[in-house]
């Protein structure tokens, strides 16, 4: 009696899953060819190898306007012990203000190879945590179960942002060798990116195509074939990016930092065309970044409020008249530099006002150069430069 | 019983350290200027059952380089609460230039090294001035209801900053028993009002502490304060190490849930078996070869393991949860097998055995044969069978068996265990260029390194820790490989194949030469040491090296004197000799393990002073004839 019971719990614990020749890349359907690889031939000393990387981002309606779904789904296999610690996961996700990044789905699987049959182990989801970074980012983590060297392990998950100037980019390389990694993206008409394609001559396979599935924004009423509604009719432009057999991104010293190395693309919003007409430029060209950068409230409108601000300081504190373009420069530098204090935050933009600054005195690299800048636009010592 | 009643361990405890530490910590009188901490104190109060702590800081900062101390950090974990009572940067005159803003408070976690996840936080904020020298000021309190000590408090804050003075007061209600443990000087009173006691310490002074070689650990001044009863989780008491122990195993109870599917694979395993040694091989080996270290601690996740299901589903676990497992593992065969607590760490902190309280921080498995007792270590896939090593050797650990807990001491590591022999050819032309190969037997600590890291290392990070340990100078690396005999041998053999350069030195004509690869770390001069000696488990090596040297007929060799230097904390023998083909030195060293109070210092100091000394003589002359 015991031991049917025994049986019977290892038949249901050995789930038996079909096995293709032929890795499908299709999530959950493992090939004879990946359970039998033990090294990876361009490379015998990796310790593991990506199968397969597969990104798709696109954008999905919402009540609000768009989000954009990022779904990837990756499978590794682990060939020797040394691989093991890519069995550790880890899902970056952003959040400012009441906006969240979010991870609605994980879904993760250890397969192990063992007396013929091949195991299938899922994740545990109570074993996945959240750790906090910091007030903006939190990572979601997990590590795979039952992972030895041959096992293969693969992943898929979905992260949803609200950012549209967060469009995911794509690693095409890692620390590992990668036979297939393929980034497809869709787009809508309202958004316009600039992509930057780093460490790459050439991919594989680039292509692009409208897809036939129309979409809807708005209240769409077609008669005939001519939309009457306010609403307009449009279709995804889906690119799609391919690299395969790309080598390992070894640790090479003296270099700022792999990310900046790596394979990989990345996307900046541009332009933002609205549905009922009209566009906006978001980041572009550089004459208009700096456009831009002047407009904001926490960059060029700080310089032009430090200088209103410096009014006082410079009538009060500095005695400027009589002294060289060159000794003005000079007593001014001195003079924010002996009174104020770096709070240690690098930073492109300001968090505080400067009148803030002015009280606190001290305050990010953003706060402090731009309020100098303001000083220095005042007695019109940069100004014939600017111009 | 009256707490008093109970102060006369505190005042033994307090006499025998405050003894032991007169020499370190002296006081100083005059007073210190620059950057330090002037204030630092904490009050402690027990109310119905929790535990409410209030930390008050002041800190001068004179200089940019002192800024660090005003990036504050508060650790506190998701069961407690944390409220942060006030934050601001002063003026020296004591007037506030600016208050931290809510919304300056990062909240992030706080996972230990080594570890995967855990609900720990700090909070994180910056209080810079502008001005120097500027004051900061914060204070904070934290309540706990979950918590086994009241206090393990140190008066420092940073050990490598002075501070001036700190409190500890601790409000505790008369009714509530605890006993005391401290070290260090300061002056203490007791105020007993209506149903209260207040205890308070006051430290002055306190210097930095500097690393030094071959310290002591423990050497700074605390006050641990625990309760003789306490809830963490469940209700638990401290009164004596079986109680203690009794709390542990009670709060791990139910916990060897093998599932079916294991059941069965252990029966198979075993079922030809029968020597009970050779069962707990298998097992572990198997445990070895299946589970990995993965550490997951979650509310009372500090002090409570996983069940033996959870390690058996997801194949990993930390060093409880991989015990509990192995234990399951054991049980399952018919074997008693016991979790023991220990401190881990290669110099180990000082147990107080009288004094039962939470001074572990890992857990090893005791197995107890009718002969010996096997010990095992759960979280490795590659260390031996019944070996402990550096980690965990020689040391008092707490077996958990009911109230039938006991301290236990755990085997030391001998000098033998630690031999590390070392063989090297050198074949050098007379411009001291040429070919070498280097065979080595590591152990102890480098072998549990060398071994570790064979399995989880990739080629090239391997290669990099060779080169930075093992190549002798101006060497470069040609092929290397490290062999073990098998899976349980507390070795590890490293064969070395390089190439060398510029051996000699030149004077003149002369060429010399300086064989000895073994390095010596500088100790700090007898006049400057602050600290006694330890040494924690025994230095043993071994180098003999042979110098192939083709062109030695054309040259003549003045070996220096063998050197042989014996002294009660070891020696160092070296034997050089010459043949037609060229040089061999054998070098011998050992320490042997023991702790030297700082007045034999300089006795200690001596000997490796001359062996430094003696290597500088000791340069082989080889002249042309």
């Given at each position: 009696?015991?031991?049917?019971?025994?049986?019977?719990?290892?038949l249901?614990?050995?789930?038996?899953?079909?096995?293709?020749?032929?890795?499908t890349?299709?999530?959950?359907?493992?090939?004879?060819?990946?359970?039998?690889?033990?090294?990876?031939?361009?490379?015998?000393q990796?310790?593991?190898?990506v199968?397969?990387?597969?990104?798709?981002?696109?954008?999905?309606?919402?009540?609000?306007?768009?989000?954009?779904?990022?779904?990837?789904?990756?499978?590794?296999k682990?060939?020797?012990?040394?691989?093991?610690?890519?069995s550790?996961?880890?899902?970056?996700?952003?959040?400012?203000?009441?906006?969240?990044?979010?991870?609605?789905?994980?879904?993760?699987?250890?397969?192990?190879?063992?007396n013929?049959?091949?195991?299938?182990?899922?994740?545990?989801?109570?074993?996945?945590?959240?750790?906090?970074?910091?007030?903006?980012w939190?990572?979601k983590?997990?590590?795979?179960?039952d992972v030895?060297?041959?096992?293969?392990?693969?992943?898929?998950?979905?992260?949803?942002?609200?950012?549209?100037?967060?469009l995911?980019?794509?690693k095409?390389?890692?620390?590992?060798?990668?036979?297939?990694?393929?980034?497809?993206?869709?787009?809508?008409?309202?958004?316009?990116?600039?992509?930057?394609?780093?460490?790459?001559n050439?991919?594989?396979?680039?292509e692009?195509?409208?897809?036939?599935?129309?979409?809807?924004f708005?209240a769409?009423?077609?008669?005939y074939?001519?939309?009457?509604?306010?609403?307009?009719?449009?279709?995804?432009?889906?690119?799609?990016?391919?690299?395969?057999?790309?080598?390992?991104f070894?640790?090479?010293?003296?270099i700022?930092?792999?990310?900046?190395?790596?394979?990989k693309?990345?996307?900046?919003?541009?332009?933002?065309?609205?549905?009922?007409?009209?566009?906006?430029?978001?980041?572009s060209?550089?004459?208009?970044?700096?456009?831009?950068?002047l407009?904001?409230?926490?960059?060029?409108?700080?310089?032009?409020?430090?200088?209103?601000?410096?009014?006082?300081?410079?009538?009060?504190?500095?005695?400027?008249?009589?002294k060289?373009?060159v000794?003005?420069?000079?007593?001014?530098?001195?003079?924010?530099?002996?009174?104020?204090?770096?709070?240690?935050?690098?930073a492109?933009?300001t968090i505080k006002?400067?009148?803030?600054?002015i009280?606190?005195?001290?305050?990010?690299?953003?706060?402090?150069?731009?309020?100098?800048?303001?000083?220095?636009?005042?007695p019109?010592?940069?100004q014939?430069?600017?111009? | 019983?009256?707490?008093m009643?109970?102060?006369?361990h505190?005042?033994i405890?307090?006499?025998?350290?405050?003894?032991?530490?007169?020499?370190?910590?002296?006081?100083?009188?005059?007073?210190?200027?620059?950057?330090?901490?002037?204030?630092?104190?904490?009050?402690i109060?027990?109310?119905?059952?929790?535990?409410?702590?209030?930390?008050?800081?002041?800190?001068?900062?004179?200089?940019?380089?002192s800024d660090w101390?005003?990036?504050?950090?508060?650790?506190?974990?998701?069961?407690?609460?944390?409220?942060?009572?006030?934050?601001?940067?002063?003026?020296?005159?004591?007037?506030?230039?600016?208050?931290?803003?809510?919304k300056?408070?990062?909240?992030?976690?706080?996972?230990?090294?080594?570890?995967f996840?855990?609900?720990?936080?700090?909070?994180?904020?910056?209080?810079r001035?502008?001005e120097?020298?500027?004051l900061?000021?914060?204070?904070?309190r934290?309540?706990?209801?979950?918590?086994?000590?009241?206090c393990?408090w140190?008066?420092?804050?940073?050990?490598?900053?002075y501070t001036?003075?700190?409190?500890?007061?601790?409000?505790?209600p008369?009714?509530?028993m605890?006993?005391?443990?401290s070290s260090?000087?300061?002056?203490?009173?007791?105020?007993?009002m209506k149903?209260n006691?207040?205890?308070?310490?006051?430290?002055?002074?306190?210097?930095?502490?500097?690393?030094?070689?071959?310290?002591?650990?423990?050497?700074?001044?605390?006050?641990?304060?625990?309760?003789?009863?306490f809830?963490?989780?469940?209700?638990?008491?401290?009164?004596s190490?079986?109680?203690?122990?009794?709390?542990?195993?009670?709060?791990?109870?139910?916990l060897?849930?093998?599932?079916?599917?294991?059941?069965?694979?252990?029966?198979?395993?075993?079922?030809?078996?029968?020597d009970?040694?050779q069962?707990?091989?298998?097992?572990?080996?198997?445990?070895?070869?299946?589970?990995?270290?993965?550490?997951?601690?979650?509310d009372?996740?500090?002090?409570?393991?996983?069940?033996?299901?959870?390690?058996?589903?997801n194949?990993?676990?930390?060093?409880?949860?991989l015990?509990?497992?192995m234990?399951?593992?054991?049980?399952?065969?018919?074997?008693?097998?016991?979790?023991?607590?220990?401190?881990?760490?290669?110099?180990?902190?000082?147990?107080?055995?009288?004094?039962p309280?939470?001074q572990?921080?890992?857990v090893?498995?005791?197995?107890?044969?009718?002969?010996?007792?096997?010990?095992?270590?759960?979280?490795?896939?590659?260390?031996p069978?019944?070996?402990l090593?550096?980690?965990t050797?020689?040391?008092y650990?707490?077996?958990?068996?009911?109230?039938?807990s006991v301290l236990?001491?755990?085997?030391?590591l001998?000098?033998?265990d630690?031999?590390?022999?070392?063989?090297?050819?050198?074949?050098?032309?007379?411009?001291?260029?040429?070919?070498?190969?280097?065979s080595?037997?590591?152990?102890?600590?480098?072998?549990?390194?060398?071994?570790?890291g064979?399995?989880?290392l990739?080629?090239?990070?391997?290669?990099?820790?060779?080169?930075k340990?093992?190549?002798p100078?101006?060497?470069e690396?040609i092929?290397?490989e490290?062999?073990?005999?098998?899976?349980d041998?507390?070795?590890?053999?490293?064969?070395?194949?390089?190439?060398?350069?510029?051996?000699?030195?030149?004077?003149?004509?002369?060429?010399?030469?300086?064989?000895?690869?073994l390095?010596?770390?500088?100790l700090?001069?007898?006049?400057?040491?602050k600290?006694?000696?330890?040494?924690?488990?025994?230095?043993?090596?071994?180098?003999?090296?042979?110098?192939?040297?083709?062109?030695?007929?054309k040259?003549?060799?003045?070996?220096p004197?063998d050197i042989d230097?014996?002294?009660k904390?070891?020696y160092?023998?070296?034997?050089?000799?010459?043949?037609?083909?060229?040089?061999?030195?054998v070098m011998?060293?050992?320490l042997?393990?023991?702790e030297?109070?700082?007045?034999e210092?300089?006795g200690?100091?001596?000997?490796?002073d001359?062996?430094?000394?003696?290597?500088?003589?000791?340069?082989?002359?080889?002249?042309?004839?």
């Open positions: 009696m015991k031991k049917s019971a025994i049986i019977l719990s290892l249901l614990f050995q789930l038996q899953t079909i096995l293709s020749q032929v890795s890349m299709e999530f959950g359907s493992i090939s004879q060819t990946e359970i039998d690889m033990a090294t990876y031939q361009p490379d015998p990796a310790e593991a190898v199968l397969f990387d597969l990104g798709d981002s696109r954008f999905i309606d919402v009540p609000t306007g768009y989000d954009i779904q990022f779904i990837r789904t990756r499978r590794i682990i060939l020797s012990k040394a691989g093991i610690r890519y550790e996961v880890s899902i970056p996700i952003f959040h400012r203000d009441n906006q969240y990044e979010t991870v609605p789905s994980i879904e993760a699987f250890s397969y192990n190879f063992n013929g049959k091949l195991e299938k182990i899922p994740l545990d989801q109570s074993t996945i945590y959240e750790e906090k970074i910091n007030n903006s939190r990572v983590k997990f590590v795979f179960p030895r060297q041959g096992t293969i392990i693969e992943y898929k998950y979905i992260l949803e942002t609200p950012f549209q100037f967060n995911p980019g794509w095409f390389q890692d620390r590992i060798p990668t036979i297939y990694s393929k980034y497809t993206v869709r787009m809508i008409p309202f958004y316009e990116y600039i992509f930057i394609a780093q460490g790459i050439k991919f594989d396979s680039q692009s195509h409208a897809d036939p599935q129309k979409r809807h708005g769409v009423a077609e008669i074939g001519s939309n009457l509604g306010s609403g307009v009719v449009f279709q995804d432009l889906v690119h799609t990016y391919v690299m395969k057999n790309v080598p390992a070894r640790d090479e010293s003296h700022t930092s792999v990310s900046d190395y790596i394979m693309i990345d996307f900046q919003e541009s332009k933002f065309y609205s549905p009922e007409g009209g566009s906006v430029e978001v980041i060209t550089w004459p208009l970044l700096i456009k831009d950068l407009k904001a409230d926490d960059f060029g409108k700080y310089i032009s409020s430090s200088e209103r601000q410096a009014k006082n300081i410079i009538e009060k504190e500095l005695m400027l008249t009589d060289s373009a000794e003005k420069c000079q007593t001014i530098i001195n003079y924010v530099k002996s009174k104020y204090a770096w709070d240690g935050f690098s492109k933009f006002s400067p009148k803030d600054l009280n606190k005195k001290t305050g990010n690299t953003a706060e402090i150069n731009l309020f100098m800048t303001g000083l220095l636009l005042l019109e010592l940069m014939a430069r600017f111009c | 019983m009256h707490p009643s109970i102060s006369k505190f005042l405890c307090r006499f025998f350290i405050f003894l032991f530490l007169f020499s370190i910590f002296h006081l100083k009188t005059e007073c210190q200027t620059g950057s330090r901490v002037l204030e630092y104190s904490t009050n109060r027990v109310i119905n059952g929790s535990l409410e702590k209030i930390n008050y800081v002041l800190i001068e900062i004179d200089d940019k380089k101390m005003s990036d504050i950090e508060i650790p506190f974990d998701k069961k407690n609460k944390l409220n942060i009572i006030e934050a601001c940067v002063l003026k020296p005159n004591g007037e506030i230039v600016r208050k931290l803003n809510k300056d408070i990062i909240t992030k976690s706080d996972i230990s090294a080594g570890s996840y855990e609900d720990d936080f700090i909070d994180e904020f910056r209080l001035g502008n120097y020298p500027y900061i000021r914060y204070s904070y934290i309540t706990y209801d979950n918590f086994i000590d009241v393990d140190i008066p420092i804050l940073f050990p490598d900053v001036d003075k700190a409190n500890l007061t601790a409000d505790l008369s009714d509530y605890v006993r005391i443990n260090g000087i300061f002056d203490f009173k007791v105020d007993s149903d006691n207040r205890f308070s310490w006051a430290f002055k002074n306190i210097i930095p502490l500097k690393k030094e070689l071959f310290m002591s650990q423990n050497l700074v001044p605390f006050v641990t304060i625990s309760p003789d009863t809830k963490y989780g469940i209700p638990g008491s401290l009164r190490w079986g109680s203690f122990g009794e709390w542990v195993d009670r709060l791990n109870q139910g060897t849930d093998l599932p079916l599917s294991e059941q069965f694979i252990v029966d198979t395993m075993i079922k030809d078996l029968k009970k040694r069962i707990i091989k298998k097992l572990y080996h198997y445990m070895q070869d299946h589970t990995r270290y993965i550490s997951v601690n979650i009372i996740g500090g002090m409570k393991s996983y069940p033996a299901s959870y390690v058996s589903a194949k990993y676990g930390d060093c409880k949860s015990s509990m497992y234990k399951a593992l054991l049980k399952h065969a018919g074997i008693t097998s016991y979790c023991t607590l220990v401190n881990a760490g290669s110099n180990p902190v000082h147990f107080y055995m009288e004094f309280s939470q572990f921080n890992h090893i498995l005791c197995v107890p044969l009718e002969k010996d007792t096997v010990w095992l270590e759960n979280t490795s896939n590659c260390l069978f019944n070996y090593g550096t980690f050797q020689d040391r650990g707490l077996i958990i068996n009911g109230e039938q236990v001491k755990t085997p030391s001998q000098p033998d630690l031999l590390q022999s070392a063989y090297y050819y050198f074949q050098l032309n007379p411009e001291g260029n040429g070919h070498a190969i280097l080595k037997e590591l152990k102890g600590d480098q072998f549990e390194r060398y071994v570790t064979k399995q989880e990739t080629e090239s990070e391997m290669k990099e820790l060779i080169e340990e093992i190549l100078d101006n060497s690396l092929k290397w490290l062999r073990r005999d098998d899976r041998s507390p070795s590890l053999k490293i064969d070395i194949e390089m190439s060398v350069s510029n051996q000699f030195r030149r004077i003149g004509s002369s060429l010399v030469l300086n064989p000895f690869h390095r010596f770390d500088d700090e001069k007898p006049e400057t040491r600290m006694p000696v330890r040494i924690y488990y025994p230095v043993n090596y071994k180098d003999s090296i042979v110098y192939d040297l083709k062109f030695i007929g040259y003549e060799v003045h070996l004197e230097i014996q002294s904390y070891g160092y023998k070296v034997k050089l000799s010459q043949n037609d083909q060229g040089i061999i030195i011998k060293f050992q042997y393990t023991n030297y109070p700082l007045n210092y300089p200690f100091y001596g000997f490796i001359n062996i430094v000394k003696s290597r500088k003589k000791s340069g082989i002359v080889i002249n042309p004839i």
